[in-house]
């Protein structure tokens, strides 16, 4: 015994460094394992195997599907997205933009199928044709409204837009990961630190008696590995609440339910179901088509009840073929404006779907195990990775301190 006391005290700065270089071992290497999650954003080195790309961005459309499952299985469906959308409030936010352009879609029109007929009718008759066209736009929208809320499954797809949006922003992806589960990479950090310290004190005590080389990278193996994977066991469990005696012991990312459900609605609402996004999937979505049409017969069928009493004779004035030309001349070029357009309901919208209270107040009320599929699936898919990572560090920060310090 007194040679193990004499040997402590005669080597004291390298026994104490064992804990502090256990600790920074942890430390780093989970560090290292959260920025692996995240960087780089595309793969950087000879693919497909010497070089890395981020967990998550290599696998962003996975992570965007899961994600969206959460939304429209746990949280709002897009049927439930539309109805909060009411035709009249709709029409009347696009008043102000819809009068300016059916006057330039008249005019356009007109001048380009029969600038000598246009140019000659009295300024009043003009006007009296916008004034009339003007009162009925919005029975004209109401009518687009209630046909796309009956029919949005044919003409509108939720998971398409949130998967489009998220997998080629693999930025956003990683913004929304990031900030929900912020905490929980801080904790993943100091964990690795604070165990490190615990196994390289259980290191120095073994050492002292049993002064084995392949002890050395035996342990930085081991707190490489273990490190990371306690933390991320303490991350998710217990999912239940646990009372042992008077300490509550639950899941650090389950206990922050409400914090996270908070966080969550506000990225969502903010970046992914806004209301740009969703009129960009409603004119660019895989039922962009079916939309377009519905819309055209629409228009059509409204310059038709707008001429319904004067039909035959522009018609006749006209001709048939060139009458419905213009018909079909007006069409394209509302649609050529809707984009534009629709961008003036986006206040509306914002405030009548109310999404950041709707997905916060939903996620709140998860059970743990489904509010576990918000964050568990960015470290699930490649864990072993990570954790694999931080064990060959480990070992190589073993391998250095029995060849440079303990040699």
Request: glycine share 6%; proline share 4%.
């Amino acid at each position: 015994m007194e040679a193990v006391v004499n040997d402590f005290v005669s080597n004291l700065w390298l026994y104490l460094s064992m804990p502090v270089i256990s600790g920074v071992v942890g430390y780093v290497t989970n560090v290292i394992a959260i920025k692996m999650m995240f960087q780089p954003l595309e793969f950087v080195g000879k693919p497909p195997f010497l070089g890395w790309q981020g967990i998550i961005p290599r696998r962003a459309a996975k992570m965007a599907a899961i994600s969206v499952e959460t939304i429209t299985t746990h949280l709002i469906t897009q049927e439930e997205i539309f109805s909060r959308l009411d035709a009249d409030k709709v029409a009347n936010a696009l008043e102000p933009a819809l009068n300016g352009m059916i006057e330039e879609i008249v005019d356009q029109v007109m001048l380009e199928y029969e600038p000598k007929l246009w140019e000659s009718l009295p300024e009043m008759v003009k006007r009296q044709i916008y004034k009339r066209v003007k009162r009925d736009a919005p029975k004209l929208i109401n009518d687009i409204m209630n046909q796309l809320k009956i029919n949005i499954s044919q003409m509108y797809d939720l998971e398409d837009m949130v998967v489009t949006n998220l997998s080629r922003d693999k930025a956003l992806l990683n913004k929304i990961f990031q900030e929900v589960g912020a905490a929980e990479f801080r904790f993943i950090g100091r964990s690795g630190l604070y165990f490190g310290l615990l196994f390289g004190l259980l290191q120095m005590g073994v050492w002292l008696f049993f002064q084995q080389g392949w002890l050395l990278p035996a342990f930085g193996l081991l707190v490489g590995y273990a490190t990371n994977a306690i933390a991320l066991q303490m991350i998710f469990n217990p999912k239940e609440l646990m009372r042992i005696g008077p300490f509550n012991i639950q899941g650090l990312f389950m206990k922050r339910q409400n914090e996270v459900a908070s966080d969550y609605g506000r990225l969502v609402s903010s970046y992914v179901l806004t209301p740009s996004n969703i009129i960009e999937g409603i004119l660019k979505g895989p039922y962009a088509d079916k939309v377009f049409d519905m819309i055209g017969r629409h228009v059509q069928r409204a310059v038709d009840e707008q001429t319904n009493l004067a039909k035959p004779f522009v018609t006749f004035a006209v001709g048939t073929q060139t009458y419905r030309d213009m018909k079909s001349s007006a069409v394209k070029r509302l649609i050529q404006r809707l984009p534009a357009t629709l961008k003036h309901i986006e206040d509306y919208a914002d405030e009548a779907l109310d999404l950041e209270h709707t997905l916060s107040t939903r996620l709140q009320s998860l059970k743990p195990s489904e509010f576990e599929g918000m964050l568990r699936p960015a470290f699930e898919q490649d864990e072993w990775i990570l954790i694999a990572v931080g064990a060959v560090l480990g070992l190589c920060v073993g391998v250095f301190q029995l060849t440079f310090m303990f040699g």
